[in-house]
């Protein structure tokens, strides 16, 4: 079913993080005409140099504010004459919601209850037949799979981490506004990203990170963990698809089918970063450090994408070799970027995070 009008008044939350960013500036070069308003609370993992070169947009509005924030959310709404909210914001590191579980379920849960409930009295204020409420979710909620197999969106839920824990209570919380109250809401659920603007706290960008300073590679247990992992330009345009032809209610699972063991990205990045920073050969593996497991650490994620390639006919159009490649030269040629995110408050998430590790 098509949407009864194209979405083009947005209410993006989390838009100075790494996928937001993204999505936010391509969401804006393809659809001229058409407006984004940003609510983010600029916590240590939203940074406004990811929007550089959109700030003096008409365009584009940016709003420091929290998600949980009932009155600004409906204001927002209202002054904006909003069409649809595209959900990031959240807390979305597994580490760090095992260190300290409870601003996950303040911002990812509770949050996103407040979202909801302010996007359908929004909603059901007056007549708005193209409105949508897209909330962005992750395959972490299928829990984890053994050597073979799919997470389909029929997967039942399983998650286990806190982080994914608090991702799978807000998913249920959008169904149950759609099985409720009528509310037009969608969800996508992508495996893991990797591109342009990720916080060094996530694998890529922490490998990249450490290799150019010459630290420890941290791996995880045994580096046989399988991820499957996506470009997040696919990610965004993924996402566009789904709000602007998804039908209202449904669930759509995002992946490129590119698994890969952690130990196996480990030693590509240390390659691809040997022959870039004029190192000797296997230089940078003498880097890799095998540390203490994750607890709770899911084995394998591997997306099964069938619905939305058939439904919307989307498909990836980055291949992983090329993404690979111009995420790493897009990480050495923002140093400055790098430096700017890593100081301060990273230094002391990295010390207690691996001090006893590495
Ligand atoms: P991120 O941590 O880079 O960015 C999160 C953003 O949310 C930041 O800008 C932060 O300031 C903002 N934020 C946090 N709490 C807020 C609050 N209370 N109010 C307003 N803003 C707040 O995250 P990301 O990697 O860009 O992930 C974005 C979304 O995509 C998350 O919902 C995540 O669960 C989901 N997701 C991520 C991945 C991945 O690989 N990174 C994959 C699938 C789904
Ligand atoms: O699958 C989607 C999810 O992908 C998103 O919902 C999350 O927001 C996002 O953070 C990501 O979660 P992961 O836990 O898979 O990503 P992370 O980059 O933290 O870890 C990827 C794999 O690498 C995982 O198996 C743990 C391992 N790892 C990670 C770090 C940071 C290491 O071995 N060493 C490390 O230092």
């Not at 691809?272 to 497991?293: P, S, W």
């Amino acid at each position: 079913m098509t949407a009864p009008s194209t979405p083009c008044a947005l209410l993006v939350t989390g838009g100075a993080g790494f996928i937001g960013a993204n999505f936010i500036h391509s969401f804006l070069a393809a659809n001229p005409g058409c407006r984004v308003v940003n609510l983010d609370l600029l916590t240590y993992a939203g940074n406004l140099e990811n929007l550089k070169g959109i700030e003096g947009n008409p365009s584009y509005r940016f709003v420091r504010g929290n998600i949980g924030d009932a009155a600004l959310v409906a204001n927002l709404l209202k002054e904006e004459s909003i069409d649809a909210v595209v959900h990031f914001a959240a807390e979305s590191h597994v580490d760090r919601s095992i260190s300290g579980p409870e601003i996950f379920i303040r911002t990812n849960v509770l949050g996103t209850q407040v979202l909801l409930e302010e996007s359908r009295k929004h909603w059901q204020s007056e007549a708005r037949p193209g409105f949508r409420y897209l909330q962005v979710s992750t395959d972490e909620v299928y829990g984890s799979l053994g050597a073979t197999g799919f997470f389909t969106e029929e997967t039942p839920l399983a998650a286990n981490s806190p982080y994914s824990a608090s991702k799978a209570g807000a998913d249920l919380l959008v169904r149950a506004y759609h099985e409720t109250y009528g509310m037009p809401v969608l969800t996508t659920r992508c495996s893991n990203n990797y591109g342009p603007y990720q916080f060094p706290e996530k694998l890529i960008p922490l490998l990249i990170h450490n290799i150019v300073a010459r630290k420890p590679l941290p791996v995880y247990g045994d580096g046989q963990n399988v991820r499957d992992w996506l470009h997040v330009r696919d990610h965004a345009e993924a996402i566009e698809q789904v709000l602007k032809r998804g039908e209202p209610g449904q669930v759509f699972n995002i992946g490129g089918n590119n698994e890969w063991k952690n130990i196996d990205i480990v030693n590509l990045v240390c390659d691809l970063l040997d022959e870039r920073l004029g190192r000797a050969d296997g230089e940078n593996r003498g880097l890799i450090t095998f540390v203490k497991d994750r607890p709770g650490h899911d084995r394998r994620y591997a997306i099964d994408a069938a619905k939305i390639r058939a439904v919307l006919g989307w498909e990836p159009s980055y291949t992983f070799e090329r993404g690979i490649a111009e995420t790493i030269d897009w990480y050495l040629a923002n140093q400055e970027w790098v430096a700017d995110v890593t100081s301060g408050a990273y230094r002391d998430y990295y010390s207690s995070q691996y001090g006893e590790r590495v």
